[in-house]
């Protein structure tokens, strides 16, 4: 336990090494591209366009939930899931790949994952924005449901940085870790109600509780309830999915801060 208070004491006692490491990154990515930094809204712009083309339109899929068309609906759950899972996997490889600054006893390493957390909201907040503004377009409105989304975006952080520091320390003890991080992830993008709304759906309602379990759909589905208007926090079944989420963050963070601080001495002999 205390191990963990450090660590999280540890990113806040380094936040300016944190952003300005992060803005040096986001440069450097694209520093070769002629649209540079464009980039990083344009990628998840278009892959907002291809899957309403293909759900929205070609599969024709109603209104998720009364009242609210899809593509808004769309817009405002994909774009914590376009962050959460480029950050889990940035964030799990952020160790291995920063050897130099791993060699130096003297760096906080266990920084790393946050870099990645900071330097990824500049997309985030841009396709927030984007969904916003088609809820405005789609006449819905600002209301107090939408204070929770400070909430559930305190939860996304803390969900990235335990899962950050956990993945990105087994991914130096086991080099395969990422690749399979990639496959878990593309299984979870259609598990996390992305694209289509479990409540709603036809499946079964033992399987739609295993599924909202999943800490993804937590923050995801917390964020749309927040500013679509739907829901609070403790209302059922969000109570209980709160219990759970907060419980396997408290898991994975010990077991993270646990194994990093036990191979850290270790890291640059196993990188």
Same mark, same amino acid.
């Given at each position: 336990?205390?191990?963990?208070? *450090? ?8 936040? *300016? ?20 930094? +464009? ?20 599969? *024709? ?36 790949? /920063? ?6 006893? *003297? ?40 204070? /929770? ?22 991914? $130096? ?8 991080? /990639? ?10 109600? $992305? ?9 079964? +309602? ?7 379990? #999943? ?13 679509? #208007? ?5 209302? /059922? ?6 219990? $759970? ?22 890291? $640059?002999?196993?990188?």
């Amino acid at each position: 336990m205390f191990t963990m208070f *450090k660590t999280i004491g540890d990113q806040f006692a380094n936040f *300016k090494i944190i952003r300005r490491m992060a803005k040096y990154d986001d440069r450097a990515t694209y520093q070769s591209h002629y649209l540079g930094l +464009a980039w990083e809204f344009l990628n998840p712009l278009i892959q907002i366009g291809i899957y309403y083309l293909v759900f929205g339109v070609a599969l *024709k899929r109603g209104d998720p939930m009364p009242g609210i068309p899809y593509l808004p609906w769309m817009v405002v759950g994909i774009a914590p899931w376009l962050y959460m899972n480029k950050t889990t996997l940035d964030a799990s490889s952020s160790i291995y790949r /920063q050897v130099g600054l791993v060699s130096k006893m *003297k760096f906080p390493v266990n920084v790393l994952p946050s870099i990645k957390i900071y330097g990824n909201l500049y997309s985030f907040w841009t396709m927030i924005a984007f969904g916003i503004f088609l809820m405005f377009v789609n006449g819905i409105w600002p209301s107090v449901s939408w204070i /929770q989304f400070i909430y559930y975006f305190g939860c996304m952080i803390v969900l990235m940085y335990s899962l950050g520091i956990f993945n990105a320390t087994v991914s $130096v003890l086991i080099r395969d870790w990422h690749i399979t991080l /990639q496959s878990v992830l593309r299984m979870l993008f259609y598990m996390s109600g $992305v694209l289509f709304n479990f409540t709603t759906s036809n499946f079964p +309602a033992v399987f739609v509780r295993l599924l909202e379990l #999943n800490p993804f759909y937590y923050v995801l589905n917390g964020m749309r309830e927040s500013l679509l #208007n739907r829901g609070w926090i403790w209302q /059922q079944p969000n109570i209980t999915l709160t219990i $759970v989420f907060w419980l396997f963050n408290l898991v994975v963070i010990l077991t993270g801060t646990y194994l990093y601080n036990k191979f850290r001495s270790n890291f $640059v002999d196993l990188i």
